[in-house]
């Protein structure tokens, strides 16, 4: 396995060494350490990790869980399963730490359903923790902290990747976003709390505990710490994994892929937005250009709506159908979208078209129908060459 | 490792499902207290948890709503209901949005009016069809909520060709997909208040439809008929499979003789669909109506809910001898009641083990159809093949009930067609008949006068309270020991309720009975019955002699075949008509109604339960199990191993 190289998972670190750092300090400890680092949730939405524990550790309830979201599924992510395949007892570890925090005693990675192959790893791993004394009861020798894990399989639905979907499914239901709030830290799992943190953030972890929260705020901007790692794809000459720091400029991640004559990048998968080159001094940053990973790169060849036709199929086969503004809307986006390619569409018709999308956004129940028009209204926005509007 | 919740957890599962316990792990929800909202600049303090809909409607500021309905756990998919909270970037389903702190919001904005507008028409995009041709044009949520909103026209399109197709596989529920809007309200009633659960979400994105169980026919799940989900429907997708131009065929046979019998829950409910508030009752105008539209008798199921009363109660009196006396222990108590045939399926398929249990009295509509093709032909000198018995039910099941191969004890089908209060209500519209405006006229001789007892069947405790009535007198030769015949400890809308009634003193028959006390249960909507049939599993129920149980809600008068909207508040005005109806009545207790007496005296000599009653009165149950094709019992009845005792 080459070493990789980056600025927060993938540099150095002992095993273990976070963990048994962290069971030194006290929870409350631990959970001000990881408010302190400001890191928020790496899987798009960016919900401030600490302020997600910070509420699971004040529950009071007989029972806690922690969800590690391996549901990797994004169009264009594959940071994830870099991560589960090479860094597994890092994941594991972060785990741990976090369990420890909120006082869960039990948790569950919640492994894409194609990514089954990792499974037995996982189970060798934590079965070698279990005989270390490492994972399941007393960890390393700490009285009353007990806490195992469990690896769950999703079944390929991409909706499963939302947390409250996720649970729904952990639960044996069908994979359908929940009402909220209330929020899974108070009623998650079996109606327990439960935090349910993207792979990338667990990964964070161990480093911010060992390191401390003044490193970790070193790296990145003031509103973004830390690093971000990407699956860039597309018409370039080195896609792959990379972990940048956030402010890293999307022209600086187009030079490490050696992309050329690029077009359009699009940014964070089928939910993120899609950017000309004029945006191409952008960063990727909270405050900037958010995004779970997924970086689709575009040369001049490309006509976008063609990316915009593959995006919303992706997601009319994805949607989970409960609530109107997605199910019903995705499709109408489509068939838009061919007649605009077609070159029927009208001005009128058009802002019809953008008018849904409003709705979409603002009143569909999760946040896949809320981000399903994001890559159509993009290309509208930014490539108005790549089509006309009838008169 | 520490013990996991799940195996007490799991069972609750298909009930609970999607009832997220609002923030039960927060201190506050356990303290109860009020929190501050502002709805559109009006401030008001509301419980905390209470929802934003919940909130609206106490400043009566109307939201509109699709998926959500009063009797259900919340959905929040349709989005309708979308409204701006301060501080949220997105807009929020108020139905869903349960208030923890102190918010401002806005229930009608810009933006909502596009989203709620944009919403209908992608609702109608799917909603194949049109209107005029629609079974619930003028009654349908979807186009109401399209007027109110002025959408009028086909923004994102139309439909051009169905779907799904119709599936009339049932024998009492028709499923339209096509014009289906995926509110779910129908899953949530089958999985959560009736604990049934044959319908679910299949697929995903736009290729979701609600199906039965593996997708196939509705007449081939273990669907007990009880429509509950048809009563919730907010379009026309869910329907009752109709009568009515069967029922007009016979009526318009000069060779027929077509008689009506109407149950009492229809009758507290139909004025509704006249534009009668709920809780009026109509029965002397109906009889007018229905006399004015061409059939040729109208009865009283009243009549035979007083000889069922006659029947269950003897056999409930039977059982507790052999068991005490005698000492038989094949006789099984508690003694369940067999009125509903939504109740009968359920545990036909879930607990066809406990089939013992449950009276094999026949229902007050099965009863009424024997005995008019028998009695009542010979008394006339009528060629019962030429009578054609319909009757008024505020139910599905009913339906299914007159088709269940064993009715038919008369040598013919006991009951030829039964209709719906809606059905029934259609008809009459059809006659240009204004029901509220027709003349009182009484039922037909001799099957036209029922008890004050038989009338309140029609609401959940009823049947407890009528037998109550008769039993306790049998026993103890004295009237109940309540003011004025009301049994209160047995009546309300609690789910579940008990009732103890100590038996003081006795005449000579049932002297073992004295210093006795009869312990009673009363369940309604099968997920309660299921809970009652899960405490019978465990033996908790060893000392109880009779439990009444109603498919639906509230008991008849919240049966499927219901005016809709059917809510809780309509059930209890519902309810209150029949209790006040009962005080006006003659005659108050089964045993007293004088065509009882004289159906025992001329037809029925050897008495409650003995062999001709037996043959004409009661019947056997079906241990269904998972069998569910309910067109082929009709072929397979003979081979099936019927269950139930016989005394």
Same mark, same amino acid.
């Given at each position: 396995?080459?070493? +990789? %190289?980056?600025?927060?998972?993938?540099?150095? /670190?002992?095993?273990?060494?976070?963990?048994?750092?962290?069971?030194?300090?006290?929870?409350?400890?631990?959970?001000?350490?990881?408010?302190?680092?400001?890191? +928020?949730?790496?899987?798009?939405?960016?919900?401030?990790?600490?302020?997600?524990?910070?509420?699971?550790?004040?529950?009071?309830?007989?029972?806690?869980?922690?969800?590690?979201?391996?549901?990797?599924?994004?169009?264009?992510?594959?940071?994830?399963?870099?991560?589960?395949?090479?860094?597994?007892?890092?994941?594991?570890?972060?785990?741990?730490?976090?369990?420890?925090?909120?006082?869960? %005693?039990?948790?569950? /990675?919640?492994?894409?359903?194609?990514?089954?192959?990792?499974? %037995?790893?996982?189970?060798?791993?934590?079965?070698?923790?279990?005989?270390?004394?490492?994972?399941?009861?007393?960890?390393?020798?700490?009285?009353?902290?007990?806490?195992?894990?469990?690896?769950?399989?999703?079944?390929?639905?991409?909706?499963?990747?939302?947390?409250?979907?996720?649970?729904?499914?952990?639960?044996?239901?069908?994979?359908?976003?929940?009402?909220?709030?209330?929020?899974?830290?108070?009623?998650?799992?079996?109606?327990?709390?439960?935090?349910?943190?993207?792979?990338?953030?667990?990964?964070?972890?161990?480093?911010?505990?060992?390191?401390?929260?003044?490193?970790?705020?070193?790296?990145?901007?003031?509103?973004?710490?830390?690093?971000? /790692?990407?699956?860039?794809?597309?018409?370039?000459?080195?896609?792959?994994?990379?972990?940048?720091?956030?402010?890293?400029?999307?022209?600086?991640?187009?030079?490490?892929?050696?992309?050329?004559?690029?077009?359009?990048?699009?940014?964070?998968?089928?939910?993120?937005?899609?950017?000309?080159?004029?945006?191409?001094?952008?960063? /990727?940053?909270?405050?900037?250009?958010?995004?779970?990973?997924?970086?689709?790169?575009?040369?001049?060849?490309?006509?976008?709506?063609?990316?915009?036709?593959?995006?919303?199929?992706?997601?009319?086969?994805?949607?989970?159908?409960?609530?109107?503004?997605?199910?019903?809307?995705?499709?109408?986006?489509?068939?838009?979208?061919?007649?605009?390619?077609?070159?029927?569409?009208?001005?009128?018709?058009?802002?019809?078209?953008?008018?849904?999308?409003?709705?979409? %956004?603002?009143?569909?129940?999760?946040?896949?129908?809320?981000?399903?028009?994001?890559?159509?209204?993009?290309?509208?926005?930014?490539?108005?060459?790549?089509?006309?509007?009838?008169? | 490792?520490?013990?996991?919740?799940?195996?007490?957890?799991?069972?609750?599962?298909?009930?609970?499902?999607?009832?997220?316990?609002?923030?039960?792990? !927060?201190?506050?929800?356990?303290?109860?207290?009020? #929190?501050?909202?502002?709805?559109?600049?009006?401030?008001?303090?509301?419980?905390?948890?209470?929802? =934003?809909?919940?909130?609206?409607?106490?400043?009566?500021?109307?939201?509109?709503?699709?998926?959500?309905?009063?009797?259900?756990?919340?959905?929040?998919?349709?989005?309708?209901?979308?409204?701006?909270?301060?501080?949220?970037?997105?807009?929020?389903?108020?139905?869903?949005?349960?208030?923890?702190?102190?918010?401002?919001?806005?229930?009608?904005?810009?933006?909502?009016?596009?989203?709620?507008?944009?919403? @209908?028409?992608?609702?109608?995009?799917?909603?194949?069809?049109?209107? &005029?041709?629609?079974?619930?044009?003028?009654?349908?949520?979807?186009?109401?909520?399209?007027?109110?909103?002025?959408?009028?026209?086909?923004?994102?399109?139309?439909?051009?060709?169905?779907?799904?197709? @119709?599936?009339?596989?049932?024998?009492?529920?028709?499923?339209?997909?096509?014009?289906?809007?995926?509110?779910?309200?129908?899953?949530?009633?089958?999985?959560?208040?009736?604990?049934?659960?044959?319908? *679910?979400?299949?697929?995903?994105?736009?290729?979701?439809?609600?199906?039965?169980?593996?997708?196939?026919?509705?007449?081939?799940?273990?669907?007990?008929?009880?429509?509950?989900? #048809?009563?919730?429907?907010?379009?026309?997708?869910?329907?009752?499979?109709?009568?009515?131009?069967?029922?007009?065929?016979?009526?318009?046979?000069?060779?027929?003789?077509?008689?009506?019998?109407?149950?009492?829950?229809?009758?507290?409910?139909?004025?509704?669909?006249?534009?009668?508030?709920?809780?009026?009752? #109509?029965?002397?105008?109906?009889?007018?109506?229905?006399?004015?539209?061409?059939?040729?008798?109208?009865?009283?199921?009243?009549?035979?809910?007083?000889?069922? =009363?006659?029947?269950?109660?003897?056999?409930?009196?039977?059982?507790?001898?052999?068991?005490?006396?005698?000492?038989?222990?094949?006789?099984?108590?508690?003694?369940? !009641?067999?009125?509903?045939?939504?109740?009968?399926?359920?545990?036909?398929?879930?607990?066809?083990?406990?089939?013992?249990?449950?009276? !094999?009295?026949?229902?007050?509509?099965?009863?009424?159809?024997?005995?008019?093709?028998?009695?009542?032909?010979?008394?006339?000198?009528?060629?019962?093949?030429?009578?054609?018995?319909?009757?008024?039910?505020?139910?599905?099941?009913?339906?299914?009930?007159?088709?269940?191969?064993?009715?038919?004890?008369?040598?013919?089908?006991?009951?030829?067609?039964?209709?719906?209060?809606?059905?029934?209500?259609?008809?009459?519209?059809?006659?240009?008949?204004?029901?509220?405006?027709?003349?009182?006229?009484?039922?037909?001789?001799?099957?036209? @006068?029922?008890?004050?007892?038989?009338?309140?069947?029609?609401?959940?405790?009823?049947?407890?309270?009528?037998?109550?009535?008769?039993?306790? *007198?049998?026993? !103890?030769?004295?009237?109940?020991?309540?003011?004025?015949?009301?049994?209160?400890?047995?009546?309300?809308?609690?789910?579940?309720?008990?009732?103890?009634?100590?038996?003081?003193?006795?005449?000579?028959?049932?002297?073992?009975?004295?210093?006795?006390?009869?312990?009673?249960?009363?369940?309604?909507?099968?997920?309660?019955?299921?809970?009652?049939?899960?405490?019978?599993?465990?033996?908790?129920?060893?000392? &109880?002699?009779? @439990?009444?149980?109603?498919?639906?809600?509230?008991?008849?008068?919240?049966?499927?075949?219901?005016?809709?909207?059917?809510?809780?508040?309509?059930?209890?005005?519902?309810?209150?008509?029949?209790?006040?109806?009962? *005080?006006?009545?003659? &005659?108050?207790?089964?045993?007293?109604?004088?065509?009882?007496?004289? =159906?025992?005296?001329?037809?029925?000599? *050897?008495?409650?339960?003995?062999?001709?009653?037996?043959?004409?009165?009661?019947?056997? &149950?079906?241990?269904?199990?998972?069998?569910?094709?309910?067109?082929?019992?009709?072929?397979?009845?003979?081979?099936?191993?019927?269950?139930?005792?016989?005394?």
């Amino acid at each position: 396995m080459c070493k +990789r %190289q980056g600025p927060v998972i993938f540099s150095d /670190i002992d095993p273990l060494s976070g963990l048994k750092k962290a069971l030194n300090m006290s929870r409350i400890e631990v959970v001000e350490e990881v408010r302190a680092s400001n890191i +928020r949730g790496r899987g798009g939405a960016g919900f401030p990790t600490g302020v997600k524990w910070n509420l699971a550790a004040a529950a009071q309830a007989e029972y806690k869980y922690v969800v590690c979201n391996a549901d990797e599924g994004e169009p264009g992510t594959f940071k994830d399963r870099i991560l589960l395949t090479e860094y597994p007892s890092l994941i594991l570890e972060g785990m741990i730490i976090a369990a420890y925090a909120i006082g869960a %005693q039990k948790g569950y /990675i919640y492994l894409r359903g194609e990514y089954k192959s990792l499974k %037995q790893e996982f189970e060798r791993l934590a079965e070698e923790m279990r005989k270390a004394g490492t994972l399941g009861e007393k960890i390393l020798g700490k009285e009353k902290f007990n806490f195992d894990i469990e690896i769950r399989l999703g079944s390929g639905a991409y909706v499963c990747g939302e947390e409250t979907a996720l649970i729904e499914s952990m639960e044996g239901q069908r994979g359908e976003p929940r009402n909220r709030p209330p929020f899974p830290v108070n009623t998650g799992f079996l109606g327990y709390p439960t935090i349910v943190n993207n792979v990338e953030t667990i990964a964070a972890i161990p480093h911010i505990i060992l390191k401390g929260s003044d490193w970790f705020k070193k790296i990145g901007t003031e509103k973004s710490a830390g690093s971000k /790692i990407l699956s860039v794809s597309g018409d370039c000459g080195k896609p792959g994994v990379y972990e940048v720091a956030f402010g890293t400029t999307v022209a600086e991640i187009l030079k490490l892929a050696e992309a050329k004559d690029t077009k359009a990048v699009q940014i964070g998968g089928a939910s993120g937005t899609c950017i000309g080159e004029s945006d191409f001094n952008r960063k /990727i940053a909270f405050e900037d250009i958010a995004t779970g990973g997924s970086v689709i790169i575009f040369d001049k060849t490309r006509n976008m709506l063609g990316a915009v036709e593959n995006f919303l199929e992706f997601f009319r086969e994805e949607s989970c159908g409960q609530c109107t503004p997605c199910r019903e809307g995705i499709p109408v986006l489509l068939e838009g979208t061919a007649k605009i390619k077609s070159g029927e569409c009208s001005r009128g018709y058009l802002n019809d078209l953008f008018s849904l999308a409003e709705t979409m %956004q603002c009143a569909s129940k999760c946040g896949l129908g809320q981000t399903a028009p994001n890559a159509f209204l993009a290309v509208m926005d930014n490539f108005k060459e790549d089509f006309s509007i009838k008169k | 490792m520490s013990k996991e919740p799940f195996s007490k957890e799991t069972s609750q599962e298909s009930t609970s499902r999607k009832s997220q316990d609002v923030n039960k792990h !927060t201190a506050e929800s356990a303290l109860g207290g009020t #929190v501050k909202v502002v709805i559109d600049d009006i401030e008001l303090s509301v419980p905390f948890g209470t929802t =934003i809909l919940e909130a609206a409607k106490k400043v009566n500021i109307k939201i509109p709503t699709l998926c959500h309905h009063e009797d259900l756990c919340l959905a929040g998919v349709c989005r309708i209901c979308v409204v701006e909270v301060e501080g949220q970037r997105t807009l929020q389903a108020s139905c869903s949005y349960p208030i923890f702190d102190p918010i401002k919001v806005r229930t009608h904005s810009p933006r909502i009016r596009r989203a709620r507008k944009n919403i @209908i028409s992608l609702l109608l995009k799917n909603h194949y069809g049109e209107c &005029y041709s629609c079974k619930k044009n003028g009654n349908c949520e979807l186009q109401d909520l399209a007027k109110e909103y002025g959408v009028e026209d086909y923004k994102f399109g139309h439909i051009a060709k169905p779907r799904f197709g @119709i599936d009339d596989s049932s024998y009492a529920i028709v499923r339209d997909m096509d014009k289906c809007i995926l509110c779910k309200r129908c899953v949530r009633t089958c999985i959560d208040l009736q604990g049934v659960g044959v319908l *679910e979400s299949e697929n995903r994105g736009d290729k979701t439809k609600i199906a039965a169980y593996m997708d196939k026919p509705m007449g081939e799940v273990v669907c007990i008929n009880c429509g509950q989900c #048809v009563n919730r429907c907010p379009t026309g997708a869910l329907r009752e499979k109709t009568d009515i131009e069967k029922v007009w065929d016979a009526i318009d046979d000069p060779d027929k003789h077509v008689v009506i019998q109407t149950a009492p829950a229809p009758r507290a409910a139909i004025g509704e669909e006249f534009g009668l508030p709920a809780g009026t009752s #109509v029965t002397k105008k109906l009889n007018t109506a229905l006399k004015r539209m061409g059939f040729d008798k109208v009865f009283d199921t009243n009549f035979t809910a007083d000889l069922t =009363i006659m029947e269950e109660g003897t056999e409930l009196l039977l059982r507790i001898k052999k068991a005490l006396v005698e000492k038989d222990a094949s006789v099984k108590l508690p003694q369940f !009641t067999s009125c509903s045939p939504g109740w009968v399926k359920f545990i036909e398929h879930f607990y066809p083990e406990k089939l013992d249990h449950v009276s !094999t009295a026949k229902s007050p509509q099965q009863m009424f159809g024997a005995v008019v093709k028998t009695w009542y032909a010979e008394r006339n000198n009528i060629d019962p093949k030429k009578i054609v018995s319909v009757s008024l039910m505020p139910c599905t099941a009913k339906k299914f009930e007159c088709q269940r191969p064993e009715m038919n004890d008369s040598g013919l089908q006991d009951v030829d067609f039964s209709l719906t209060t809606r059905e029934l209500a259609q008809m009459i519209k059809e006659t240009g008949l204004d029901l509220p405006s027709l003349p009182a006229s009484d039922f037909d001789d001799p099957l036209g @006068i029922g008890s004050g007892a038989a009338l309140i069947f029609g609401a959940t405790g009823g049947v407890m309270e009528a037998a109550i009535r008769t039993a306790y *007198e049998i026993v !103890t030769g004295e009237e109940v020991p309540f003011n004025n015949l009301n049994v209160t400890p047995v009546r309300g809308m609690e789910g579940i309720r008990e009732a103890a009634l100590p038996v003081t003193k006795a005449v000579e028959e049932w002297k073992f009975l004295e210093g006795a006390t009869l312990k009673v249960m009363i369940a309604h909507g099968t997920a309660n019955a299921r809970e009652v049939m899960e405490m019978l599993c465990r033996g908790e129920l060893d000392d &109880y002699h009779f @439990i009444e149980i109603m498919a639906c809600p509230g008991g008849c008068l919240g049966g499927g075949g219901q005016p809709i909207p059917t809510t809780p508040e309509i059930r209890e005005a519902r309810a209150r008509a029949l209790y006040s109806e009962d *005080e006006t009545l003659t &005659y108050r207790k089964s045993h007293d109604n004088p065509v009882v007496k004289k =159906i025992y005296e001329e037809f029925l000599t *050897e008495g409650p339960c003995s062999k001709l009653s037996h043959k004409l009165l009661h019947t056997t &149950y079906l241990d269904r199990g998972n069998k569910i094709d309910p067109r082929q019992t009709k072929m397979n009845a003979q081979e099936a191993k019927p269950a139930g005792t016989h005394h």
